[in-house]
């Protein structure tokens, strides 16, 4: 009878040890636009708290259908109450991203504690709208034609290309 009471005694005091323990910290995301393109960067401000001293690796990645891929990686420490806001870019390159595009989201975790950010969409569509100063032309006959070339989201495309 003794030793069971010494066991539950045991048992007890490292749950409530445990407990008392336990951090408690948020990581909260800014928020981001429903469409990037290829090329395009995401700043991305990460905002960290905590309720009590804690030590840390803030690890940011990019979650893309099953893919995922790494970029950036901190350490941090926090006073109890303490909060910090991280501000990351992540350029949407081609070599960082290889054939990832679609429905993404960012993922970050700190001290135990992870969220993500809302979904978006990575694309590297372009849209172009192109105008002709006429809609028939005879042979020989010269004509003009003017184009814009934007991203998906319609910003413009800088230092892009049509060629006829």
């Not at 030793?3 to 040890?17: A, D, P, S």
């Amino acid at each position: 009878m003794y030793v069971y009471r010494m066991k539950r005694g045991i048992i007890l005091g490292l749950i409530l040890l445990l407990l008392v323990n336990v951090v408690s910290a948020s990581l909260v995301f800014n928020e981001l636009e429903s469409v990037y393109n290829l090329g395009d960067v995401i700043t991305l401000h990460a905002t960290i708290g905590s309720d009590s001293e804690t030590e840390g690796f803030l690890r940011l990645y990019l979650m893309c259908q099953g893919d995922n891929k790494d970029f950036y990686l901190s350490p941090l420490m926090l006073g109890a109450g303490d909060e910090r806001t991280e501000e990351v870019s992540l350029f949407l390159s081609r070599n960082f991203l290889k054939e990832t595009k679609g429905e993404c989201r960012v993922r970050g975790e700190f001290a135990g504690d992870g969220t993500s950010s809302t979904d978006f969409e990575i694309s590297n569509e372009i849209l172009i709208d192109v105008h002709m100063n006429n809609t028939s032309f005879d042979p020989g006959q010269s004509f003009d034609v003017r184009g814009k070339v934007t991203k998906k989201m319609g910003k413009d495309l800088k230092g892009g290309w049509i060629f006829l």
